[in-house]
């Protein structure tokens, strides 16, 4: 590793900035993956366009936002339109990649924020609901989904499909009539998992560096399938660590690495 | 006829029973000032149509005036969860029907064109249109395209009784301006069966005739219209002031317990707007002012100058 010493939360910006390639239109929420497009703007990918579900297409900010209905977010943007206009948009397909988080996650890369608990009338837990994510969900041409790695956050079966992923697998995406690709991917701190192409189970494709294969395997709640030979998930490098902590100098969505 | 009215009488359109939907996005656009008074006056049985609308959502639900509520998420950017609105949910005093964002829009939108329903691609395969015990949990039908395979859902088209905007400024034929991202506003102003505006400022029509690219919402479907002040505080209207974070902060501690945030209704709805006002104070309104150029206010707390 470089000199500069890097958080897990820095490599899953990376990674996820990875997934954007230059040129490509980018469905951002709040939070890691706004961190990540930005970062890809100002590397590798200076032509990719970022679309907000709160109307807000292809901004320049020169401040953090706190959310995507902040403020900030609106600085030197090519457009400024409503909700309606933008997830038309990605109806229409024009996203090639949206970016999802996730109260739950399972294997098959389904999301659930809506309940966790009860059922779905009388919830242990409630949750915010879809927002946009079942619409990205549904008709980005590829997901990236970002979730901390832990046993309750990565599960078997989600208790509730706000948006979905492969459903139970296999080509039950495609028959339940969804024209969007799916899940490229799910990002944690520990991890990378991509699908099986035949049953669309997630595989662990990449752990990040420092990382212990025991701590992937206990820290999901789904049987991993873990292959014998697995990549380290590449690492920002110290320009890139910079950039990162430039844009969030307080730490808003990064924390910084510890000692 | 002028359509101009006070903050009271505009507010007395909505009465118990009815069906709202309110402007606004996160910390942003929303006519809190008419949410104040809805409060003051205990109404309450509505059935709010929301989509990104949170604080009216979660300060209506702390404050028992909602019977139902249909939603795609409520949430406080930044701050977490809504949390009179789970905990309403949680006890189950108030009905709910979940929707994705773009599949509740295009309700409003399809309403807002005259059509009985609406088509989307969204929700196919998702817990949102059923359970696995084969529950039906929306009014839809999946429907092949006639002209080709594609399959949609079709949706109900949705028409409150009342819907209910925050502008920058209006005239008084109810014209209303907005700046910036405009949310769903476009859509909820031509569904709604009555439209009320408040407005930071009523001016002569003339100015608004000047950039009619702002006006988003024209009179012709506007009832009443008010002019109230810092109308959206504790939310921000873009280029005029910013979201007051002290006090969302303060709400979001108040809202974790029901006795605090009873407190806190009681304290911001005393005495009406102008009282509300007030107490705020000067330098705080003042201090929520946004820089010219960039249209926010430059020195929050939390940072994030990026060079």
């Known amino acids: 590793m470089a000199s500069v010493s890097v958080s897990l939360e820095e490599v899953m910006v990376y990674t996820a900035a990875r997934e954007i390639a230059d040129g490509s239109a980018v469905f951002v929420g709040t939070g890691l993956p706004m961190l990540a497009a930005y970062l890809a703007k ?147 701190d520990l991890a990378v998992f991509r699908f099986r192409p035949d049953t669309r189970r997630a595989f662990v494709s990449s752990i990040h560096p420092g990382v212990d294969p025991e701590a992937v395997i206990e820290g999901a709640g789904f049987a991993v399938d873990l292959p014998d030979e697995v990549e380290q998930t590449p690492t920002p490098d110290a320009s890139a660590v910079a950039l990162l902590r430039e844009m969030d100098p307080a730490g808003v969505y990064l924390k910084r690495p510890q000692g | 006829m002028s359509k101009v009215c006070s903050l009271e009488e505009l507010a007395a359109e909505i009465q118990p029973g009815m069906s709202v939907s309110f402007g606004g996005f996160a910390h942003s656009l929303t006519p809190m000032a008419v949410v104040r008074e809805l409060v003051r006056r205990g109404v309450d049985n509505l059935v709010l149509i929301g989509i990104a609308e949170a604080w009216a959502a979660d300060m209506l639900a702390g404050a028992g005036a909602l019977r139902r509520m249909v939603l795609s998420n409520f949430m406080f950017e930044g701050f977490g969860l809504c949390r009179n609105f789970s ?16 599949a509740l829009a295009s309700r409003f939108a399809a309403a807002g064109v005259g059509l009985p329903f609406a088509a989307v691609r969204s929700l196919l395969g998702s817990d949102l249109l059923g359970g696995s015990n084969g529950e039906q949990r929306l009014a839809h039908q999946e429907f092949q395209s006639p002209f080709g395979e594609e399959r949609v859902v079709l949706l109900p088209a949705v028409s409150p009784d009342v819907v209910v905007i925050h502008g920058h400024r209006g005239d008084d034929d109810g014209n209303v301006q907005v700046e910036g991202a405009t949310s769903v506003i476009e859509e909820q102003a031509r569904a709604g069966k009555t439209v009320i505006a408040t ?37 921000g209207m873009y280029r005029l002031y910013d979201a007051d974070y002290a006090h969302i902060r303060e709400y979001v501690a108040a809202s974790r317990d029901e006795g605090r945030f009873a407190d806190y209704l009681a304290q911001v709805t005393a005495g009406g707007h102008s009282a509300y006002l007030e107490r705020l104070g000067v330098r705080r309104l003042l201090a929520l002012r946004p820089d010219p150029h960039f249209g926010y206010h430059l020195e929050r707390e939390d940072g994030g100058w990026r060079a």
């Open chain 1, 42 to 188: 100002a590397t590798h990918a200076p032509e990719a366009s970022l679309l907000f579900e709160s109307g807000i297409l292809d901004p320049q900010p020169t401040h953090l936002a706190l959310g995507v209905g902040d403020f900030r977010l609106m600085h030197a943007a090519t457009s400024i339109r409503g909700l309606h206009y933008v997830l038309g948009l990605l109806q229409r397909g024009v996203i090639d990649v949206g970016f999802l988080g996730a109260a739950e996650v399972d294997a098959y890369g389904n999301i659930n924020t809506t309940v966790i608990g009860g059922d779905y009338h009388h919830p242990g837990k409630r949750l915010p609901g879809s927002g946009g994510a079942n619409d990205i969900a549904s008709s980005a041409r590829s997901t990236v989904i970002m979730c901390p790695h832990r046993p309750e956050r990565l599960v078997e079966r989600v208790q509730y499909v706000t948006s979905p992923g492969f459903l139970g697998g296999g080509d039950e995406r495609e028959r339940a009539g969804l024209v969007g690709g799916g899940p490229r991917m799910i990002i944690t």
């Open chain 2, 199 to 235: 407005v930071e400022e009523i001016v002569d029509s003339s100015r608004l005739r000047e950039s009619p690219h702002f006006t988003i919402v024209p009179g012709m479907l506007v009832s009443r219209i008010a002019a109230v002040p810092y109308g959206a505080h504790p939310t």
């Open chain 2, 87 to 102: 905990r309403v949910v949680e006890r189950g005093t108030v009905e709910f029907e979940d929707y994705s964002h773009f």
